[in-house]
């Protein structure tokens, strides 16, 4: 991953690639509590302003005037993710920024080296026989759960949903960009989007990957819940995706009565999502460990009624 440029005078400069939150207009009166990455004074764009904030806060602190430690209302502006807000960080905004303004489509994993998620939330899995796939049940009836002794090995996988906007009644695809993923054997992402924005259709390409056996499982389900869709793909083998590869296009129509300047939230599910390589194995019918399960990054997108 890419380190930032430091010095603010000199960020403009060329576009890299991928996530498109910064790109398009937004009214202050947001249908949602959805926060965005960069954004400091919650208008849900991403540009000099959100910068000069940061900076703010930065050299206030230098000044003994309050603090530069991330708390609920600032943390937007942690880019390099240290719990502090420092000149770092509005660098990072503001070449975030400018590289929107030439075009660019940058990713927030450009800008950072670590991650908070640790995958522990993932639901966990059932025991299920292997020769008919049925789940196996104890004496009351009830799904037998493996046992997880997870040691998460591998770190800074970024998950970022991108943002669309479109008219009311208009079908808008949103993308999720994935960044740090040297070895990829499977994973499950789920996608929850704000109602009463509906989703039609998820699409991936990985299984047209090279090195990914097209015989191996692939599933898109739109219809998880009313609110989410699940993309579900696993192989015996590990391809590696370059940072910004498009794991997933996830298409939503957008109520005819829709209000312009209404933001529907686009987030990542930890629950339910998870992305391992081959280092996961498992040991008997009723215990698991996982060695190749990643920490990651999740962030939100939006689809924007123009």
């Not at 380190?3 to 400069?13: D, E, H, M, N």
């Not at 990713?107 to 995958?119: C, I, P």
């Not at 991108?162 to 960044?179: K, L, M």
């Not at 097209?214 to 739109?222: I, K, R």
């Amino acid at each position: 991953m890419k380190k930032t440029t430091r010095i603010l005078g000199t960020i403009c400069a060329s576009a890299i690639a991928l996530s498109m939150c910064s790109m398009f207009s937004a009214s202050a009166s947001a249908a949602s509590a959805v926060r965005i990455m960069g954004d400091l004074n919650n208008d849900l764009v991403v540009d000099a302003q959100d910068a000069q904030v940061t900076l703010g806060i930065y050299v206030d602190a230098l000044s003994g005037l309050s603090s530069d430690d991330v708390n609920n209302d600032n943390e937007a502006g942690d880019i390099n993710m240290d719990g502090k807000i420092s000149v770092e960080d509005a660098a990072s905004i503001l070449s975030y920024y400018c590289q929107t303004l030439v075009g660019g489509q940058p990713l927030w994993a450009d800008f950072r080296t670590v991650s908070y998620e640790d995958g522990t939330g993932f639901t966990p899995q059932y025991v299920t026989d292997p020769e008919t796939g049925e789940m196996t049940l104890d004496e009351n009836g009830n799904p037998v759960v493996l046992k997880s002794g997870r040691i998460y090995a591998l770190r800074g996988l970024y998950i970022e949903a991108g943002c669309a906007s479109g008219q009311a009644g208009e079908t808008v695809t949103v993308p999720i960009y994935v960044a740090g993923l040297p070895k990829l054997a499977g994973f499950q992402l789920t996608v929850k989007h704000e109602l009463p924005l509906k989703l039609t259709k998820i699409y991936s390409d990985i299984d047209k990957q090279e090195g990914w056996n097209p015989q191996d499982e692939f599933t898109a389900n739109p219809n998880a819940a009313e609110d989410q869709g699940i993309l579900v793909a696993a192989q015996a083998d590990d391809i590696s995706l370059k940072n910004g590869f498009v794991i997933g296009e996830f298409t939503y129509q957008i109520p005819e009565d829709a209000v312009s300047g209404t933001h529907y939230a686009i987030e990542i599910d930890p629950s339910w999502t998870m992305f391992v390589s081959t280092d996961c194995c498992y040991s008997n019918e009723n215990e698991m460990i996982m060695n190749g399960a990643y920490q990651y990054t999740a962030l939100s997108g939006l689809v924007t009624v123009k």
